[in-house]
């Protein structure tokens, strides 16, 4: 998997799905509609701002609260193209990887990375450089049946290739 820069918006811990895409949404049927309400409740500026290759740092639990699939598919249909936390809640991490976002777990970054800094993330090796500072992060490394998965773009596109 190739390196991606991009620049960060940076989340606090405990980040639930509800924040994430809004419960009152759920119902809509195009998830491209959908995107204009991520974090609605705590950033609505965010479906404005966010740009293709953007990079979510978060802190601790995120993606916790409900099981539902739409929070990182509006991330990812946003422009997400990775999300670092201290941890996740299992289920949105694997809803993530089944979509082929990349999440890497980081238990020192949030200490460190402000709001628009810019960052570079080899997810094959879990390193991440601050490009202002220069400062290498250590990641937890992503095994590579996962790394495949974000590289064919999802779960579903995995099996496919898979099985031909």
């Not at 990182?72 to 993530?96: C, D, H, Q, T, W």
């Not at 400062?135 to 579903?156: D, Q, R, Y």
Request: proline share 4%; net charge neutral; charged share 25%.
């Amino acid at each position: 998997m190739e390196k991606i820069e991009g620049r960060c918006w940076v989340f606090g811990d405990n980040i639930d799905t509800d924040v994430i895409f809004p419960t009152q949404y759920l119902s809509l049927p195009d998830i491209q509609k959908a995107c204009k309400y991520a974090f609605e409740p705590i950033r609505p500026e965010f479906s404005k701002e966010v740009r293709e290759g953007n990079i979510i740092v978060a802190g601790k639990n995120f993606g916790c609260g409900s099981s539902r699939e739409q929070a990182p598919a509006v991330l990812k249909e946003s422009g997400i193209k990775v999300i670092i936390a201290r941890s996740f809640a299992r289920i949105f991490y694997r809803n993530a990887i089944n979509l082929g976002i990349p999440v890497i777990e980081c238990d020192t970054i949030q200490d460190v990375i402000k709001e628009g800094d810019t960052l570079e993330v080899n997810i094959t090796d879990g390193e991440i450089v601050h490009k202002k500072t220069g400062i290498l992060f250590k990641a937890t490394k992503i095994p590579s049946f996962m790394i495949e998965i974000f590289n064919c773009g999802g779960l579903v596109e995995y099996m496919k290739q898979r099985n031909k």
